[in-house]
């Protein structure tokens, strides 16, 4: 995995684990602060490891989209649910306006003592994000470890001010945007989004682009012919994983 120390992130996890565990648990607050405080250092240093990822392509300007990801597990922080470890995007296009994502699972699933939520087994759309006249996604195959993911990326020439504000996949924020933004705000009081896992109407409508598998060089694809990522086999419910155990029948908008 070019650019990523693995040997090192497996290290910063290893001595982070403990932590978080010793932290989270019944000791008093004085006991807990040292332990915070090298628990916040390995996980800057973990930022700091994550690579630069082509995710998407634009179909509006021809520009890739890389980002910070971890790919080389659903163990690492930055698939925390609630606190995940990222950071921002470097140069993120204007015509973005959303991630989101599903995930095969491969077991073993590596244990992490956080809340991981990559999403349904399958990849998606969701449908009010592309109502807009000139709004597109793109999916792309993204190895994460042993189990592989699809990255869903949205595209459109300006945000619409109507719609909700979808949180970064796998999280349970969206740090890019402004969370104390008015726009923010409208989007909590949102109803969940409806996925729709029947891609081919979208990719016949060209709405939907594709990635091929391994294409480096992130080609923007079209139409529903030889799409690999159509009729994937797939429960199509929301997965929860606590500590490599799978937490079943559970769906995204549930507490």
Not at 51 to 70: F, G, H, N, S
Not at 229 to 253: A, C, F, H, T, V
């Amino acid at each position: 995995m070019p650019g990523f120390d693995l040997v090192r992130r497996q290290e910063l996890l290893d001595e982070g684990f403990p932590l978080m565990r010793f932290y989270y648990g019944g000791q008093s607050s004085v006991e807990k602060f040292p332990a915070f405080d090298r628990l916040c250092d390995l996980r800057d240093e973990y930022r700091k490891l994550l690579p630069e990822t082509v995710i998407a392509r634009c179909p509006l300007t021809d520009r890739m989209l890389r980002w910070p990801i971890d790919t080389a597990g659903l163990d690492g922080w930055y698939w925390e649910w609630l606190n995940p470890t990222q950071r921002r995007p470097a140069g993120l296009p204007a015509t973005w306006l959303a991630l989101k994502g599903a995930v095969r699972l491969t077991e073993p699933i590596a244990a992490a003592p956080f809340d991981c939520r990559p999403g349904p087994s399958a990849p998606f759309v969701l449908p009010h994000l592309l109502e807009p006249v000139e709004a597109h996604a793109v999916i792309a195959e993204i190895p994460i470890g042993p189990h592989t993911g699809w990255a869903i990326n949205y595209f459109a020439p300006k945000r619409p001010k109507d719609i909700s504000l979808e949180d970064i996949w796998g999280q349970c924020r969206n740090p890019i945007f402004d969370p104390t933004s008015l726009d923010r705000e409208y989007a909590e009081k949102m109803p969940p989004s409806d996925e729709d896992f029947e891609l081919r109407p979208w990719l016949d409508s060209g709405k939907l682009l594709w990635i091929a598998p391994g294409d480096h060089t992130a080609t923007l694809r079209h139409g529903a012919a030889d799409c690999p990522y159509l009729d994937i086999e797939s429960d199509r419910r929301w997965q929860y994983i606590y500590d490599g155990r799978i937490i079943p029948n559970r769906r995204s908008d549930s507490s």
